[in-house]
């Protein structure tokens, strides 16, 4: 996370244009400032500064055609290729839900957004929509597709557009509040878990309780948590690639989560990252920024459902997966299986 910058947009624009192929979190990391502030400077010249009102931009969308959504965090890359339809909008958290384009939509992280459009070398013109939180940090971004409706997207833009055009962004950095008080004892934590029917739940549970979502992982017990192996997300994925078993990947931030449902078919890893490059979903997962997996279990109406999960250093959530079902069907014995096959954590013995 980046501090406020000293650099001007112009100073900005000139460093960008020394390395114009530098990806844009790259960039901006290694010239401490955020992606943010990397777009804003370009107000004026590639981008237009925007107004974030969901229901205006999400409803939009529906009539814009094939687009690329793009969801990430520090360590996952999230891209489904589709349309913007089953829309939702609510103040406190807001919904996509389409048969490609899923999301979950926390609009109080959306607090910047710009269009960019930029004339490439080959002739055609690379559009995109890019929002950020009040850090600078990118919480979603959707890339224009050769199929996209440009008459749609360009009366979207300038629906939303900003009435001040501005190419500076200050920014204010989130502090993690620390816990309130105690996580309440182990007993009520594997009494509420156990209780749950629905996994939504779970967030709920461990926030009444006071529990990190990991330190609760961590502390509930082997029978409905146990950690994995360093290489079980490898091991999984060749297990239920070019299988029909479909799988659900969730990952994000904390202003949107994107889901992919269905079989993953192409995976091939490269140094740090392991990528799914299929027709409708591309995953990029720097597997090296894993430093815990999970098995988890979780109760509901129609039996439990077992998701893999990873977190980074800071003990945050990297990406979940999950064994597609429909409401008031169990979970897949395949996926169950697959889990339940996945190599243990286990502590080297010291000799």
């Not at 904390?254 to 995953?283: A, R, Y």
Request: include cysteine.
């Amino acid at each position: 996370m980046t501090e406020p910058t000293s650099k001007t947009a112009e100073d900005i624009r000139r460093l960008r244009a020394l390395n114009p192929q530098m990806r844009e979190r790259d960039f901006a990391r290694i010239h401490s400032i955020s992606e943010g502030q990397l777009v804003a400077a370009e107000v004026g010249h590639t981008a237009t500064r925007l107004k974030v009102d969901m229901s205006a931009l999400l409803h939009g969308l529906t009539g814009v055609g094939e687009v690329m959504a793009l969801t990430r965090n520090e360590s996952a890359v999230h891209e489904k290729i589709g349309i913007y339809e089953g829309v939702s909008v609510n103040a406190h958290a807001s919904i996509v839900l389409g048969e490609q384009i899923d999301l979950r939509i926390f609009p109080s992280r959306w607090v910047h957004g710009y269009a960019l459009e930029k004339a490439m070398e080959d002739g055609t013109t690379k559009r995109s929509l890019q929002f950020f939180d009040r850090a600078g940090n990118a919480v979603h971004k959707v890339h224009a597709r050769p199929a996209t409706d440009v008459a749609a997207w360009t009366k979207l833009v300038s629906e939303l557009r900003h009435d001040e055009q501005v190419d500076t962004l200050e920014v204010s950095p989130y502090v993690k509040a620390a816990p309130e008080a105690a996580p309440a004892p182990l007993s009520e934590l594997r009494e509420g878990w156990e209780a749950m029917t629905d996994t939504h739940q779970f967030f709920g549970l461990i926030k009444k309780l006071n529990y990190p979502r990991l330190d609760a992982i961590e502390t509930v017990g082997e029978d409905l948590a146990w950690q994995l192996d360093h290489a079980a997300v490898e091991g999984m994925f060749r297990k239920v690639a070019g299988t029909d078993l479909p799988i659900m990947v969730f990952a994000g931030n904390e202003g949107c989560i994107q889901i992919h449902s269905g079989p993953i078919h192409k995976v091939s890893p490269m140094g740090p990252w392991l990528n799914v490059m299929d027709e409708t979903f591309h995953l990029h997962l720097r597997i090296d920024h894993a430093v815990a997996a999970w098995a988890v279990r979780k109760p509901t109406k129609d039996g439990h459902v077992t998701s893999v999960e990873l977190y980074d250093e800071n003990r945050e959530l990297i990406i979940q997966f999950f064994g597609k079902r429909h409401e008031g069907h169990g979970e897949r014995d395949e996926w169950r299986a697959v889990v339940e096959q996945l190599p243990l954590f286990s502590t080297p013995n010291a000799a």
